[in-house]
Every structure is written in structure tokens, then in C-alpha cells.
């Protein structure tokens, strides 16, 4: 089955202490991104690839880190997590940038 | 700025009801307009996609406009049911740049 598949569900953690959220697709798409949903914002995205070891700044990125050696991973690294970064989490891939297909998401809370 | 603004933030309808969604945008040039429905707490997933020549697009009860002239979308939703309960979510793409400009949503209630 053709999927984004996201890990973990839920996670929380305490401030500080580095953690990844992990990303991994298996529709062999170039285009991979990161996105964070908060009440009343809307998705908003935090970086996103367009292939092997090519990645970029969304809107929000500061605070996180991204790395794209394999075209299949996407993982998204909070260094140093705070509770600004208190968020549910999506990755998303798509072929070309035209069908994106999103993962179930990663609720995260840090205290 | 590229955005997107969708009407009414929020609806409550009763199952069996027709309901319409808005989403007006500012995006150029326009590449394609994509329909999501998001459970809650759920990823997205996709209800259609538009693209500059289609003016109407069909996915069971859900049926997409697009105007590109005026900028403007909307979702009809036919017969609703208590699973169409949802955030409905326009995303915008512009042609030839990378990224996405998403809509807000329109958390949809529909009551027995």
C-alpha cells in the first residue's frame, strides 16, 4: 500500500532534550516536506526536499533541522525542543509536487 | 503575499443536508488547486485536484468548482453523511515554485 508512514504517534518530552520524529515513504517520490498544524493557523510548513540531499526552509523552520540521504526518508530533528514547538506533525511526499500524500502525524508535547 | 481564505470557518449541518465550502485565493500564476479532508487528528487526504482548464470536478458526494478567473473554489458536499464531520482544507499550488499555500478550513459538524 502506497503511504507516508510517521513515527511515533505521540511523544512527549521535556525541554532540551533532542529528539527526531522519523518519515518514510515508499512511493519512490522526489518531493518530501515537513509541516506543523496549530488551532487557528492552519498547516504550516517547516522545510521540505526536493531530492537526495537537497532541502529547503518553509516558513517556519527555525528550531529544526531536516536530512534527506535516502530518496525514502525524510526525518525532521528538534535539537532542542521547547514548548513552543508543542505541535502536531505532518510529513508529507508527492511526485513532482502534484498528489501530495500526507502521513497519519506525530502529536508532539513538550513540557 | 500568496493566500488563501476559506468561508465559513466553521458549519453545522444535519445529516442528509447539502452544504457548499468557499475558498478564495490570491495565488499566481495559479498551478492547481487540491480539496483535503482531515479527520481529527488525522492526516489529510486528498478529495480532488484542479488544475487552470477544469472547471468542475466530481469524487462520489463531493463535487470541486473552480473559477480561475475570479480566484475562487468551493466544495459541494451532497447528502451529507456523519462521517463527512471534518476539516475541509484548500492548498493552493503557484506555477513554477516549490511549496504550498494552505487554507485554514472549514471544520464541518454534521449532526444526526
Known amino acids: 500500500e502506497a503511504q507516508v508512514t510517521q513515527n511515533p504517534r505521540y511523544l512527549i518530552t521535556v525541554t532540551g532534550k533532542k529528539l527526531t520524529v522519523t518519515c518514510s515513504q515508499n512511493m519512490n517520490h522526489e518531493y518530501m516536506s515537513w509541516y506543523r498544524q496549530d488551532p487557528g493557523l492552519g498547516l504550516r510548513q517547516i522545510y521540505y526536499s526536493m531530492n537526495v540531499e537537497v532541502t529547503d526552509k518553509g516558513d517556519v523552520p527555525e528550531g529544526y533541522k531536516v536530512s534527506r540521504k535516502e530518496k525514502r526518508n525524510f526525518p525532521l530533528i528538534l535539537e532542542s525542543p521547547s514548548p513552543n514547538q508543542t505541535s502536531l506533525y505532518f510529513c508529507?511526499?508527492?511526485?513532482?509536487?502534484?498528489?501530495?500524500?500526507f502521513g497519519s502525524g506525530t502529536r508532539l508535547t513538550v513540557v | 503575499k500568496n493566500q488563501v481564505e476559506q468561508s465559513p470557518q466553521s458549519l453545522i449541518i444535519l445529516e442528509g443536508k447539502n452544504c457548499t465550502l468557499q475558498?478564495?485565493?490570491?495565488?499566481?500564476?495559479?498551478?492547481?488547486l487540491r480539496w483535503y479532508k482531515q479527520d481529527t487528528g488525522r492526516g489529510p487526504v486528498s478529495l480532488t485536484i484542479?488544475?487552470?482548464?477544469?472547471n468542475t470536478k466530481s469524487n462520489g458526494r463531493y463535487t470541486a468548482t473552480l473559477d480561475a478567473d475570479t480566484k475562487q473554489s468551493s466544495l459541494h458536499i451532497t447528502a451529507s453523511q456523519l462521517s463527512d464531520s471534518a476539516s475541509y482544507i484548500c492548498v493552493v499550488s503557484e506555477r513554477g515554485a516549490d511549496g504550498l499555500t494552505f487554507g485554514k478550513g472549514t471544520h464541518l459538524i454534521i449532526q444526526p
Open positions: 508529507a511526499s508527492s511526485l513532482a509536487g502534484y498528489g501530495y500524500t
Open positions: 475558498c478564495n485565493y490570491t495565488v499566481s500564476p495559479f498551478s492547481n
Open positions: 484542479m488544475t487552470f482548464s477544469e
